[in-house]
């Protein structure tokens, strides 16, 4: 009873980067508001977040020139508190910002959970896992797939130079859980030192920390290229008919 005391008083908050323009996606608008079954990529990232019982409340970063994001924040439940700060000029200066604006409601020892707005598909299941793997982790750590396909490492010119090794490699996904403190020490920490990490756990990485790896979902993809969008589409078709 003591023990459940102790971890339900600890709270989770979201922060969700969506300041992104989508270069590689090529497309007219940035790829977080391209329609995806029915409605644009980052509503899917949010209701999913805002949906979940355990989260107290979301921050979005969102990019100073955007004007999409009040048609995305009317279709919202407001169930819960969804804060909007600035985002910046690379992922980890959108993240900082956020980190930021939670102190308001935040406590340092609670955790938040980063997660791409262009990341569509994630679950309530994958959720759960994170949150409870590491309920009592001194460090956090993020949902991970383990590295699929055989890695070759190329030359200047395109060719293979080696196979690696991927027994021990991993694609790092989102969210990515720490407590609201020590990230944001290690992120400003990071960023001071020239570092533009390209998610958390390498900001908490590089303060020494060792994050830990928590198995997720391989269709927790991110929206990078345009054939990823056909294939979140059939991911979230596919679930919306088998329940
Ligand atoms: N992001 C952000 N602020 C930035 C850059 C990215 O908040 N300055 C967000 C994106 O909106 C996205 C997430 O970080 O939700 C992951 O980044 P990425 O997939 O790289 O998105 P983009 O930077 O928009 O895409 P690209 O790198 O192809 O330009
Ligand atoms: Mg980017």
Known sequence: MERRNAVSSVRHWALVPAAGIG????????KQ?????????????????MDYPRIAGVVVAISAED???????????????LRVVTGGAERCHSVLNGLEALHAWAAPSDWVLVHDAA?????AGDL?????????????????????DTLKQADAAGRIMATVDRSHLWHALTPQMFRL?????TLRAALARGLLVTDEAAAMEAAG??????EGRADNLKITR???????????????ATG
Not at 43 to 48: Q, Y
Not at 67 to 81: F, G, N, Q, S, V
Not at 119 to 123: A, D, E, G, I, Y
Not at 209 to 214: E, F, G, K, S, T
């Open 23 to 30: 270069k590689r996606m090529g497309s007219a608008i940035p």
């Open 33 to 49: 508001y391209l329609p995806l079954a029915g409605r644009p990529v980052i509503a899917h990232s949010l209701a999913t977040l």
């Open 67 to 81: 004007e999409r994001w009040p048609m995305i924040a009317t279709e919202l439940t407001a169930a819960k508190p």
């Open 119 to 123: 990341r569509p598909c994630l679950t």
């Open 128 to 148: 759960d896992r994170l949150l409870v793997e590491l309920a009592n982790d001194p460090v956090g750590g993020l949902l991970a797939i383990p590295v699929r």
């Open 181 to 185: 403190g020590i990230l944001h020490e």
């Open 209 to 214: 920390y060792a994050p830990r790896l928590i």
């Open 226 to 240: 345009p054939e990823d969008l056909a294939l979140a589409e059939f991911y979230l078709a596919h679930r919306a």
